[in-house]
């Protein structure tokens, strides 16, 4: 039977026992590494029984502890903060920073609304095409085909917008044959202003009666003539109301859907774009405080039980003068397996705690309660 090497009561620090070395330049985690080796010895049993076990066991268990401190740490802190975070460039470090939240997120979404809003904003170009409408021509067209635009026959879009409205009623403000019923120019030549610009009104007249007047023009251009309409069929086939009575460029607004539906809207490669890419690293040993050190101890344990319970299952018996006597195998295996989820657990119960949810829900349970002490108080009657 193999001569299996013992814990031999002492260790000092040593780089080359660690796997990673991510921690070995920490003055702080050198010296918490040979406490806790002696520290997981003596819990384990020595010196009243042997521990299958070295330095390098226990300063394996330690810088493993340390890793899942700051994994299940950091995960958290992504959670909480990923909508923050996500877009952001990956080249700083963001351990030991304070994440303030922003809009970024909700804006990222919003611009989604925005692309379908006019003059909402979104995050693609709305491009511009025209179509030559002629005279006593059909009134139907195809977008796709019939338009001086650069969209390919083949290319499936987004009509956005379509510029087909009657003239302005404004421009026909001074226009004695509107059908309006109102006329001022005569009164503006009695008055000796005829010599004036027509786009210069010099009566004496309110805001409202140019409103009014404006609305009579549009009211009359709705009932007397065919009114300005349109019809849209696969975002492609247009129909125009009316009949074109005169040859003229109509414009329109539209986007590629191979635009609109890209889900990539930034081909950087250093974007923050999922949990494995978000630049956090190790933690930095010297700056946890004592109760994280006392869940890694205590986490270091149970790795440290869990090891020697491998240990001794590979060796399950060994003989001694007289007899043979079973090592624990199986009992150290189930606690470490124990003690582990219940660590973790725990921490996580803990960082829960620090959510801005619980942290708000807290703060307004606090008021509450400090509201209703106040309501306890008696009140001063003054006395005049």
């Known amino acids: 039977m193999a001569n299996i090497p013992i814990w031999p009561g002492s260790a000092s620090f040593d780089a080359t026992l660690t796997p990673f070395s991510f921690y070995d330049s920490d003055t702080d985690f050198q010296t918490d590494a040979v406490n806790v080796a002696d520290w997981c010895a003596k819990r384990l049993g020595y010196p009243l029984i042997d521990i299958e076990l070295q330095a390098a066991n226990f300063f394996t268990a330690f810088e493993e502890a340390t890793n899942e401190y700051g994994k299940q740490l950091y995960d958290f802190q992504i959670i909480n903060n990923f909508q923050t975070l996500e877009g952001n460039t990956t080249g700083s470090n963001f351990n030991n920073n304070l994440i303030t939240p922003n809009m970024g997120g909700t804006i990222n979404v919003s611009e989604q609304y925005g692309n379908e809003v006019d003059g909402g904003g979104g995050d693609y170009e709305i491009l511009r095409g025209s179509l030559t409408v002629l005279k006593g021509s059909s009134q139907r067209y195809d977008l796709l085909t019939s338009t001086s635009s650069s969209i390919s026959g083949s290319e499936a879009v987004y009509i956005k917008r379509i510029y087909h409205y009657p003239p302005a009623a404004i421009n026909r403000y001074f226009d004695p044959y509107a059908g309006t019923g109102t006329g001022i120019q005569s009164l503006m030549q009695t008055f000796g202003f005829g010599n004036f610009s027509p786009g210069v009104n010099f009566m004496l007249m309110p805001l409202s009666f140019d409103i009014q007047k404006l609305q009579a023009i549009e009211l009359n251009d ?26 003229y460029t109509m414009y329109f607004d539209y986007q590629l859907k191979s635009v609109a539906n890209n889900p990539v809207k930034n081909t950087a490669n250093n974007l923050i774009t999922d949990i494995s890419n978000v630049p956090y690293t190790n933690p930095t040993y010297a700056f946890i405080n004592e109760p994280g050190r006392q869940w890694i101890r205590k986490y270091a344990l149970a790795l440290s039980k869990e090891m020697l319970g491998s240990v001794r299952g590979k060796y399950q018996s060994l003989p001694i003068p007289g007899e043979t006597t079973t090592l624990d195998y199986a009992r150290l295996l189930q606690e470490a397996s124990a003690e582990k989820a219940a660590l973790i657990e725990e921490l996580k119960a803990i960082l829960e705690e620090t959510t801005r949810l619980k942290q708000l829900e807290r703060k307004n349970q606090e008021a509450q309660q400090t509201q209703e002490t106040y309501y306890k108080i008696p009140y001063h009657i003054y006395v005049g």
């Not at 709705?222 to 040859?247: A, C, M, V």
């Open 222 to 247: 709705t009932i007397r003539k065919s009114g300005y309409h349109f019809t849209i069929e696969d975002n492609r086939y247009l129909r125009l109301y009316p009949i074109p009575t005169r040859d």
